[in-house]
C-alpha cells in the first residue's frame, strides 16, 4: 500500500491555520518524512503519526517553509532516546546548519544518524519492494522533487499451466521471480507458458515547489499521484514566475501532459484565506484533482 | 506599565499543547521578546501579540527549546516586508547558526538588522525610562538571564512649596529632574525642599534555565516579579541537578532568599501532564507563587 498524509499545505509564512510542506509517504509498512516545515513535529502528534516509525527524512531545498522544522524533530528524537537509524537525504549545505546546532547544544543524538547529500538526479533509496529517487526542480534555489515507486509484483502462478507442465511445488517462488523451469531431461518450461505479469507497481511523485518546467514530465510521466505545487491563481502568473512558483494552471497543464492518473495541489500562498477557487481552476484543466488537506491521508 | 505575556511554559519536547519557552515582555509601549522556541510565531498569531511591535530579542541559550523558533521569525518578518530596526541579543555562536541558513536560502532581510553577541553580565539596553541586563545562570552550556527594570520615575512637585518659593512654572520639568532652583539673587533653593522621591521602578526578572545556584539572588534581589524554572518536582531533585535544571523548593527558596515580591514558576519538564503539584509544592516554601499559563500575561 502506497499512501501519503499531508502535515503542512501551505507556503511561505503560516496563515489561516495552515502549516509549512511536510508529509509523510508510507510504502508497505515504512514511513518516509518529506519536507519538515517549523512545527511539523506538533503536525505529526495532531494526527498521530508515530514519529519512531519514520526511518528516512526528504528535505526539497533550504527554503525555511521546508526545513526550519527538521532541527526540533532531530532533537526531539534525541530527548526522547530514539534507537532506530534514520537516513536523512537533502542539499549539502544541510549538513552544517545541523551540525553547528547540535555542537552548540552539546547535543550527542543517540542514534545512528546518516546525512546523505543529494548532488544530483537519481535513485536514493533502492528495496526488495519499492524505491526512491529524486529529480531537479526549478526554483529559485537548487531544489528536488521525489519519486515513490513501488516494485513491480511478482509474476502471478497460472494454477492450470503449472500442473499442466507437472511443476513442483517447491519451485513456484521462484517462477514468481522470472525464472524457467528445467526438466530433468533438460527440457525447459518457460516462464511466460505458466505464469502472467503481476500487477504494475504504483508510483506517487512530489514535486516540490518548481516554476512551470516540463523538464519534470518525464520524471513523474503516468505516475498514479502526482504533487504539485499551486502556490497562485491564475491571474498572478507573472508573480508566480518570478517567485519560481507555478499557477493552477500550471500544474494542471504539466499534469495533462505527463499523463498522471490523479492531481494533487497544495502549497498555497499566505495570502488565500479560501482554497475554493484553487481547486475549481485546476479542475477546469485536469479533471482528477484533489486539494492537499492536512490531517488527511491520500490513497494512491 | 510593565508586564510579561507567556507563550510557551514547557521544556524540551513539547507536550499536554504546552510549548517550548517564549515570553513577551512590555515596558512603556515597548515588546521585547524572550527566548523563541519552535512555533513562536504561531503563539504570537493565537495571542494576538502584534509582531511588527517587537524591536528587540533576548535569547538566553543555544538549547533548542528556546531558539529553534528564531530563524522563522526572522523569515518571516523578512516576507512580511518588516522595515523597522530589530536588535538580537544571544550567546555568540548564534550568528553563524543564523548566518549560514540566510545564507542558503539567498535571503536578504529587508530590514536593519543587528545582532549583539552577549559576552558577560552587564546592561545590555538602557533607554530613558527603563533598562536591560542581563546576568549568567548554572546550565549545561552558557546561559544568561534577563532584568527588565523600568528607571526610577521622575521627582514629584510639592504644589504648595513651589508656591511658597515662588518658582516659576517654566522650572517645573527641570526641579522633577532633581535640579536646584537658582533666585536672581543668588541664593538657592534646595531640590528637596520642593519636590519629593518618585515612585521606584518596578523590575521583572527572567532566570532563563538553571539549576539551584545562589549566585543568582544578588541580581534578583527584592525585584517585583521574577520567573524562576521548576522543570520537575521536588522528588526528582537529584535528575534536576544532573541535568542543570532545578525543583519547585529549590525555586521558591531562591525567591526567599531573594526577598522578590512574587515568583512565576514555568519550564515544565514533558513528563508531567497536571501541574497542580508544581503550585502546591511552590506555595508551601514561598506563597505569592504563579504557573506561568501560556497566553496569560502577568502584570508587574
Not at 73 to 85: C, M, P
Not at 221 to 232: F, G, N, R, W
Request: hydrophobic fraction near 35%; proline fraction near 3%; glycine fraction near 6%.
Amino acid at each position: 500500500m502506497l499512501a501519503v498524509t499531508i502535515l503542512g499545505n501551505n507556503s511561505a509564512v503560516p496563515a489561516f491555520n495552515r502549516h509549512p510542506t511536510s508529509q509523510v509517504v508510507t510504502i508497505d509498512g515504512n514511513s518516509f518524512l518529506v519536507d519538515c516545515g517549523e512545527g511539523t513535529q506538533n503536525q505529526m502528534m495532531e494526527y498521530k503519526i508515530r514519529r519512531s516509525k519514520i526511518s528516512h527524512i526528504f528535505i526539497s531545498h533550504l527554503h525555511g517553509d521546508h526545513y526550519f522544522g527538521l532541527i526540533g524533530l532531530l532533537n526531539s528524537f534525541g530527548l526522547l532516546n530514539r534507537q532506530q537509524d534514520l537516513h536523512l537525504f537533502g542539499p549539502a549545505p544541510l549538513q552544517e546548519i545541523l551540525d553547528i546546532q547540535l555542537k552548540v547544544a552539546d547535543t550527542v543524538l543517540p542514534f545512528k544518524f546518516c546525512f546523505h547529500p543529494i548532488l544530483k538526479e537519481g535513485i536514493l533509496v533502492d528495496e526488495e519492494k519499492f524505491s526512491i529517487g529524486c529529480f531537479p526542480t526549478d526554483h529559485h534555489i537548487e531544489c528536488y522533487g521525489f519519486t515513490f515507486m513501488e516494485k513491480k509484483r511478482a509474476r502471478r502462478l497460472l494454477p492450470e499451466k503449472v500442473r499442466e507442465w507437472e511443476i513442483p511445488s517447491h519451485f513456484y517462488e521462484r517462477l514468481t521471480q522470472g525464472e524457467d523451469y528445467i526438466r530433468k531431461d533438460g527440457s525447459i518450461i518457460k516462464n511466460e507458458w505458466v505464469t502472467e505479469e503481476g500487477a504494475k507497481g504504483k508510483v506517487y511523485a512530489f514535486c516540490a515547489d518548481t516554476k512551470y518546467d516540463e523538464r519534470i514530465i518525464p520524471h513523474i510521466k503516468s505516475a498514479d499521484l502526482v504533487y504539485h505545487e499551486t502556490t497562485y491563481l491564475n491571474n498572478l502568473a507573472e508573480r508566480a514566475t518570478a517567485r519560481y512558483h507555478s499557477t493552477t494552471g500550471q500544474a494542471a497543464l504539466i499534469a495533462k501532459k505527463a499523463a498522471v492518473k490523479k492531481l494533487l495541489i497544495g502549497h498555497f500562498s499566505s495570502k488565500y484565506d479560501s482554497l475554493d477557487e484553487f481547486e475549481n481552476e485546476v479542475s477546469a484543466v485536469f479533471e482528477n484533482t484533489e486539494l492537499a488537506l492536512e490531517g488527511v491521508t491520500y490513497r494512491v
